[in-house]
């Protein structure tokens, strides 16, 4: 069966995923690659430079400074910046509450923060497997699996059945992680899918909280699901600069240092 020709978001997500992987293309390598014309590469780089993901150059382009590439699962780490930060979001749920946790090495040390915690009578719902795994072995705990179409690397379902699923529901906490975060940006991550996942989480939340570590800030990817006016809680690390903590508490965020 020939393979579904890429539609303009898919193509632009997978051709900043290559530029950033090979640092700079150029236009002729980027029209074979993806198999369109030249002038459709330059209106896709010009998409790209106008969100500040890349920078032209006469033929081509190159990857631009602060912007990362989404890493698979494996090649993250879940280090001890992030299960402090797990820790100290732990001061947020109360017995009995009902949460929502998205993707993501974070989002795994805030779920065996919660299955190593005392509390109790917790109602959880996510779509990531190994935050269900964690949590499944609380049998104190309702723990809710979202299914839909598993992300191959990622560990965790996506697309329209998560989505739909999702708009079952309706939670008390939710609980997000984010690949970049700009003050100005907000909060973005490299892929569309991923993006919208983490939308629907916040839309079904009455609060939401970001765990966000300190290298986190100051870049921006491809994919913007939320701004900052939509977080009520950050969670972060204390190599934050003092600066950055201002300005989000400028945004009305309350912003707990771990």
Do not use: W
């Not at 879940?78 to 946790?101: F, M, T, Y």
């Not at 909060?187 to 991923?194: A, E, I, K, Q, W």
Request: glycine residues 6%.
């Amino acid at each position: 069966m020939a393979e579904r020709p890429l539609n303009i978001t898919e193509r632009r997500e997978r051709m900043l995923t290559l530029i950033l992987a090979r640092s700079s293309c150029s236009v002729a390598e980027l029209a074979q690659e993806f198999d369109v014309t030249s002038a459709t590469i330059r209106s896709d780089l010009a998409h790209l430079e106008q969100e500040r993901l890349v920078t032209r150059t006469h033929g081509g382009v190159v990857a631009r400074a602060g912007v990362d590439r989404e890493k698979l699962l494996a090649e993250r780490g879940e280090d001890a910046v992030k299960a402090r930060i797990a820790q100290k979001a732990l001061e947020l749920v109360a017995n009995g509450d009902s949460l929502s946790i998205d993707t993501g090495t974070t989002a795994i040390a805030f779920a065996r923060a919660l299955a190593q915690s005392s509390l109790t009578g917790l109602k959880v719902i996510s779509s990531d497997l190994t935050v269900l795994s964690l949590l499944e072995t609380r049998d104190d705990f309702e723990t809710i699996a979202i299914g839909g179409r598993v992300r191959p690397g990622f560990h965790f379902a996506c697309g329209g059945i998560t989505l739909e699923a999702l708009d079952h529901f309706s939670v008390e906490k939710c609980f997000v992680s984010t690949t970049c975060i700009d003050i100005r940006e907000g909060l973005t991550t490299p892929n569309v899918d991923t993006a919208q996942l983490k939308a629907k989480y916040l839309s079904i939340g009455h609060s939401s909280t970001l765990l966000v570590d300190s290298t986190k800030f100051g870049r921006v990817s491809f994919s913007k699901f939320a701004s900052l006016d939509q977080i009520d809680h950050v969670v972060v690390d204390d190599g934050v600069k003092p600066a950055i903590i201002q300005e989000l508490r400028r945004h009305k965020c309350d912003v707990l240092i771990s």
